[in-house]
């Protein structure tokens, strides 16, 4: 079946299967890889996009399911990848192996949408995300720095 999909702010279609992931169809069918596959069970949160502004882990969303909504990737969270948080991510050099990083920002840019000055309850009840490097205190540093 043919789905026509808002990504980025573009139309794409995608012929696929209805319960084949968001994941997939990014990265496969649109060769948008900077969303990544960790878990695939919607537990890590590497493959975090905002469908609508909300958070949605894409491994877990099936791209029937997408309708109309506005699909955001890392690759649109900045053209000029000088949005406060890759900034406040590279001076706080927050990655280790960066796997999971994309899938973080994403995660970080809605907290910080919805919620301009989290505190660090906040912080740690919106980043749900997994870091096998354990870069959580880092993570915090540069939210609260990209916050200001
Ligand atoms: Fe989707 Fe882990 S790959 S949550």
Redesign the pocket.
């Given at each position: 079946m043919t789905y026509q999909l808002n990504i980025n702010g573009a139309a794409h279609k995608a012929d696929v299967e209805g319960e084949t992931p968001l994941?997939w169809v990014l990265r496969d069918t649109l060769g948008l890889t900077g969303t990544k596959?960790?878990?695939?069970?919607?537990?890590?949160?590497?493959?975090t996009v905002h469908i609508d502004g909300n958070v949605v882990?894409?491994?877990?969303m099936p791209v029937s399911a997408v309708g109309k909504g506005k699909v955001r990737t890392i690759e649109a969270l900045s053209p000029d990848r000088k949005h406060a948080l890759q900034q406040a991510w590279i001076a706080e050099q927050v990655p280790q192996c960066g796997y999971c990083q994309s899938g973080m920002l994403m995660a970080a840019a809605a907290l910080l949408k919805s919620t301009p000055k989290p505190t660090d309850a906040q912080i740690d009840a919106a980043m749900t995300n997994l870091c096998r490097c354990g870069t959580y205190p880092r993570v915090r540093r540069a939210i609260k720095r990209a916050a200001g």
């Open positions: 994941l596959y960790g878990c695939g069970a919607g537990a890590c949160g590497a493959c882990r894409s491994c877990v």
